[in-house]
């Protein structure tokens, strides 16, 4: 794989990854196309330039290590592995078919590079302080980068994990909340409103960064701000839109966790072409 | 045999559960219910609608929700908190067994999506030690309904019944297996067959395959007895023990893990009071996969076919 830290690049990249996780869940006829498509440049920015990673040598004990905690946004994860050389390109399309290694939600029998199996959410965050005491242990320098859902972190064990994080110093683990102001049932507003987010994870201790989740730039320095912090655990509030990238999904509840009809496909590979 | 079945393609249980719990809130106003974040998929939006001020939305955090569930019934509220069955039970069950079951408050946890069926999401969201885990829990009782006309029945029972409760339901439709007059009490199995050569006992979607199961045993002169066994806990010792002696030999059939759920319950019961021959349909010691629903129970043995197989296993073994 070849790695770039040239924005308009990574965006092309981000572009081309959202088209592939629509086709995979329009041939899936199920799955989650809007939080897939909200972590676009989150995911393409981690692994084609933030971390440190070798798809030829997925055991390598100092890697970085990414954990997809909001499990079932896993189609655009899968497309990005695959471009990076982990998995079979040629069977994307078998999302969530009888057999498939690409399973509904991130499953480490099938996809042992994934790290971790997700799909319950709230629980991304404990493991990946686990792995970051880890490599505390193994005085490695490798890194852990946790994507949550913001609807997911209405779960306690989030705050369990924020508060021993900081506690701990755990300056090793990254959190990314994709802020995407929805969830299953409707808008995060309506159904447990999370503000204020920022004050949130500042008074458990955390170095917060509050960015524009779809600007590469942003997410970039982000990323570097968060590896010169010592001390402190960083997460960064990543604002973006659920269904970014195709108009009629953007912001958009219903698509949640729907695969678009034929037409609502066709417009939205014209839009992602 | 005797009476035939059509098994014509109903709602699934647990829509069958959202239009109950509108049913039995316009029945009774101490009636509140609870979700989290799932509220679409378990259909507990019918009574949001009609009730809002009676529907508490938690958010994506089933243990709080459980325990403001206990919180309520221990004023005097009858709460019903749904989730899909993975997440209330797993996540919520220390509240459920300290503020729940120890104290033995009125709480109706209702767990949809159960069993594999729920096809291509994939065994984390996918529920097959519900049963087992819901009867861990001391005072507990535990409902599996088959299908729509049980869970409306069922639900009604609930309201009524005073003490804390796990209520099963699947996400795919499900055939119709009662007329609308069938009487449900909690803890009575439901007889649906006559026969004497073999019993099937069955709780949710594989009440209806072993209704399949028997219909096919029949063409071959093997008359077995179906027993639908809606109430996991208590169990009904009587039908069973009636079973074991009348008919020398038993199947029972669940969608949950084989060695922790109905059957291990059924076959103390038996060793306790006529021990006979038994065989077990059930998912074996492994988590399943993504696929559609019928591929699941295809792939996972939990068809008619596989029902069919055990009884004439149990029947070789029987003099
Ligand atoms: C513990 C748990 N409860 C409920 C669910 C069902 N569920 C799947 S996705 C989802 C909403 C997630 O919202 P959010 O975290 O905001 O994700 P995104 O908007 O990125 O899709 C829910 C409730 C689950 N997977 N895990
Ligand atoms: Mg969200």
Redesign the pocket.
Known sequence: MQKTTDAAQLSALARRMRRTAIEMIMEAKSG?P??SL??AEIIVTLYFDVLRHDPANPQWKDRDRFILS????CPILYAVMAECGYTPKDQLLTLRKLGSIYQGHPDVRFIPALEAST????QGLSIGLGMALSAKLEQSDARTYVV??????Q?GQIWEAAMFAAFHKMDNIVAIV?Y?K???DGF?KDILDLEPLVDKWRSFGWHVLNIDGHSIPALQQAFAEASATKGKPTVIVANTI?GKGVSFMENNPKF??AAPSKEEFAQAMAELA | MSKTYELKMGAATREAFGKALLEVGRKNPNVVALD???SKSTYSTYFAKEFPGRFFECG?A?SNMVAIAAGLASAGKIPFAS??SA?VLN?GFEQLRVTAAFPNVNVKIVGTHSGISIGEDGP??MSIEDLSLACSLPGFTVLSPADEVSMVALMHAATDHVGPMFIRAGRPKVPVIYEASQQFTIGKAIQLTEGTDVTLIATGLMVAESIRAAQALEAEGIHARVLDMHTIRPLDRDAIATAARETGALVVSEEHLIDAGLGVRVAQVVSETHPVPMEFVGIHNTYAESATPEQLVDKYGLLSRDVIAAAKRVLARKR
């Open positions: 989650h809007g939080g909200s972590i909001k499990g079932h946004c799909g319950s959410l709230g949550l859902g913001d609807g997911e972190i779960e994709d995407n929805i969830q299953l995060t659920k949640h966790g | 989290a974040d799932l994506i089933e989730s899909f997440f996540k984390s969201q």
